[in-house]
Every structure is written in structure tokens, then in C-alpha cells.
């Protein structure tokens, strides 16, 4: 069965330091796809990242990066000098291979992160 | 291009009440999913589809009903309101890219309140 953990529930730091959210997944596919989405105060979800599990080059995009690592199932994400517009909730979610993967999406229960200026 | 909408934005219902929520994508995406999001529990998905015609439930599907009769629309049915369903519910709907995975999208959002 499907499984994301966030541990982190709430983390706050103070801008310009650098966070990592983790995220820790359960699966039985070989096949299978992790994504990152942000979810700012307004409410809508962002998606951010998609990562197949044949993948596992890390990325970076901007002050984001995302390590992935299959040995650990892991899907880490890092913000490098954080900034104020980066408060908002994160998930980490996770979906199998398969015909109807693209609708089963499994999320984590979410990291709140504060940056305070 | 309007992607995912969903209607409507805000409702307050009493216990025992039936309603209906909407979604539509104008995307012609295949796959369609609903999903509800509580405090401290992430996003649960609720029901989902893979094509018109064709659907099957998440994690938590009692107490709601879906139908897929066009690629568009994708509603979702509450048939007797509980205040357990008061939750911010979102519609999701997904494009398969080829050798790529896929990309979901998401709407705004529906924030029910049961009374």
C-alpha cells in the first residue's frame, strides 16, 4: 500500500536560512511518481515538482532543490535562503504506476513552514 | 483556457441536506479526482475517474457519490450532510504525458461547512 509521511508538521526559521522538509515514502511499485506542492495562505495548491522513480538525479531549481533518494525512500526538499513569500504549507505526495496512477495521487499530511522576517 | 473550475466557492449546508459540487476542465484530460482536506491530514482522495464512464473510489467514499458522463465534468455528490464533511474540497484533474509521467491540476478549492 501507498504511504507519504511528513514528520515535520510545523517548522519555522528566520529568512535567508536555509530549510529542508522531508519526506518519506512507502511503496510496493517499481514505477512510481513523487511530487512536491505548495499550498500558500490563499489555498490554492502549486505544484512544484514531479520526479519518476527511474529518476534519481537531484534538481534544483532556483533557491529549491529536491533530493531523491530510493535507498532511504526519500523525496527531500530544500529551500536555500529562505524568504517570507515562501510560508506556506507543503506536500509531499506520492502515486503508483499504473492505468489510473495519474488519479490516485496519496499525500502527506503536510509541513507548515513559517518564515519569519 | 479556464482549467479546472469548481463551483461553488463557499457553502454552508445542514445535516441531512443533499448537494451537488461541481467541477469542469476544459483540457480534455482523462483522469478527474476529487479530494477533501482536513487540518493536519493532508489531502484524501475521495473518488476518482480515468475516462468518461468510468470510476472508482479513494480512501474515504462513504457518504459521497461521483459520475463521469463527459470528459468535462466530474460532480461530486453529497447525499445526506454530516458536520464529518465540513472540509475544503478540490478537484483534480490530470494529463498522462508520454514517457513522462503526467501533470495534475488542480482547482481552487470548495469550502463546505455542515451545520
Known amino acids: 500500500a501507498q504511504k507519504v509521511t511528513q514528520a515535520q508538521t510545523e517548522i519555522s526559521v528566520v529568512e535567508k536560512e536555509d530549510v529542508t522538509l522531508d519526506c518519506v515514502y512507502e511503496?510496493?511499485?517499481?514505477?512510481?511518481?513523487l511530487f512536491w506542492y505548495k499550498q500558500p495562505p490563499s489555498g490554492e495548491l502549486v505544484f512544484l515538482i514531479r520526479?519518476?522513480?527511474?529518476?534519481?538525479q537531484n534538481e534544483i531549481s532556483g533557491r529549491y532543490s529536491w533530493n531523491f533518494q530510493k535507498s532511504t525512500s526519500s523525496f527531500n526538499f530544500t529551500i536555500t535562503a529562505s524568504q517570507v513569500v515562501d510560508s506556506a504549507v507543503y506536500f509531499c505526495?506520492?502515486?503508483?504506476?499504473?492505468?489510473?496512477?495519474?488519479?490516485?495521487?496519496?499525500f502527506g499530511s503536510g509541513t507548515r513552514l513559517s518564515i519569519r522576517p | 483556457n479556464a482549467g479546472v473550475t469548481q463551483t461553488p466557492k463557499f457553502q454552508v449546508l445542514k445535516t441531512g441536506q443533499s448537494m451537488t459540487l461541481q467541477c469542469a476542465q476544459d483540457?480534455?484530460?482523462?483522469?478527474m479526482s476529487w479530494y477533501r482536506q482536513d487540518p493536519g491530514m493532508g489531502l484524501r482522495l475521495i473518488h476518482y475517474?480515468?475516462?468518461?464512464?468510468?470510476?472508482d473510489q479513494g480512501e474515504v467514499p462513504n457518504g459521497y457519490n461521483v459520475s463521469r458522463s463527459t470528459t468535462e465534468d466530474f460532480p461530486l455528490r453529497l447525499l445526506s450532510a454530516a458536520p464529518s464533511q465540513t472540509s475544503v474540497y478540490f478537484c483534480?484533474?490530470?494529463?498522462?504525458?508520454?514517457?513522462?509521467?503526467?501533470?495534475?491540476?488542480f482547482g481552487p478549492g470548495t469550502r463546505l461547512t455542515v451545520t
Open positions: 483534480a484533474s490530470s494529463l498522462r504525458l508520454a514517457g513522462a509521467g503526467y501533470e495534475q491540476y
Open positions: 511503496t510496493r511499485d517499481t514505477t512510481y511518481y
Open positions: 520526479r519518476n522513480s527511474f529518476d534519481e
Open positions: 505526495a506520492l502515486s503508483e504506476g499504473g492505468y489510473s496512477s495519474a488519479s490516485k495521487i496519496i
Open positions: 483540457m480534455n484530460h482523462e483522469y
Open positions: 475517474s480515468v475516462g468518461a464512464g468510468i470510476t
